[in-house]
T-cell receptor
Framework: GQQLNQSPQSMFIQEGEDVSMNCTSS?????WLWYKQDPGEGPVLLIA?????ELTSNGRLTAQFGITRKDSFLNISASIPSDVGIYFC?????????????FGTGTRLKVLA | DTGVSQNPRHKITKRGQNVTFRCDPI?????LYWYRQTLGQGPEFLTY????????KSRLLSDRFSAERPKGSFSTLEIQRTEQGDSAMYLC?????????????????FGPGTRLTVL
């Protein structure tokens, strides 16, 4: 099935560093969601974005809805060990009558203490 | 509100057997989704219910798969004559109908998933 491109695929960072990741699509979306998934668990919703250019924060997390509506960005400031996990973006097409989401391939984050 | 729950959490079965999974959405959420996730990939859409009506099915959902949502509450996903390729995490998500300024906001909340292993 279709999956969105996420970059980077994986990253190792030192505790306290800032993290940036992005998600791109060949088509436009009207909603972007960002999730974090721990091994063996379901994805947990972090941030939802509904308007092009929108910038939304949730604690140390900040996400942006790209102005082209084909991309989104997630930043994590001052990373801590519990930030480790897989981060997924999910986009919803404006033509989707059922509001289903297309997910990215994930960015695997490892934080070195 | 305890969130979306799924049972069982793990299922190991032999090829050819039938399996059934259950999802209990967040109460009052009228939309329910099933996704499948294989190792190293993001979740992929399988099917969608609005209340009790199944409104969309992905091409990933072969004839061996059937889903129901009687009375618009919990949902079940059944796989008949399981194959090794069915091994995956099956995720359920629910969302409310929420309109803000005329726009539909559809935040989906996931359950913990059911990990299926077909031997």
């Amino acid at each position: 099935g279709q999956q969105l491109n996420q970059s980077p695929q994986s990253m190792f960072i030192q505790e306290g560093e800032d993290v940036s990741m992005n998600c791109t699509s060949s088509s436009i979306f009207n909603t972007w969601l960002w999730y974090k998934q721990d091994p063996g668990e379901g994805p947990v919703l972090l941030i939802a974005l509904y308007k092009a250019g929108e910038l939304t924060s949730n604690g140390r997390l900040t996400a942006q809805f790209g102005i082209t509506r084909k991309d989104s960005f997630l930043n994590i400031s001052a990373s801590i060990p519990s930030d480790v996990g897989i981060y997924f973006c999910a986009g919803q097409s404006p033509t989707s009558g059922t509001y289903k989401y297309i997910f990215g391939t994930g960015t695997r984050l490892k934080v070195l203490a | 509100d305890t969130g979306v729950s799924q049972n069982p959490r793990h299922k190991i079965t032999k090829r050819g057997q039938n399996v059934t999974f259950r999802c209990d959405p967040i109460s009052e959420h009228n939309r329910l989704y099933w996704y499948r996730q294989t190792l190293g990939q993001g979740p992929e859409f399988l099917t969608y219910f609005q209340n009790e009506a199944q409104l969309e099915k992905s091409r990933l959902l072969s004839d061996r798969f059937s889903a129901e949502r009687p009375k618009g509450s919990f949902s079940t996903l059944e796989i008949q004559r399981t194959e090794q390729g069915d091994s995956a995490m099956y995720l359920c998500a629910s969302s409310p109908t929420k309109r803000t300024g005329g726009a539909v906001h559809n935040e989906q909340f996931f359950g913990p998933g059911t990990r299926l292993t077909v031997l």
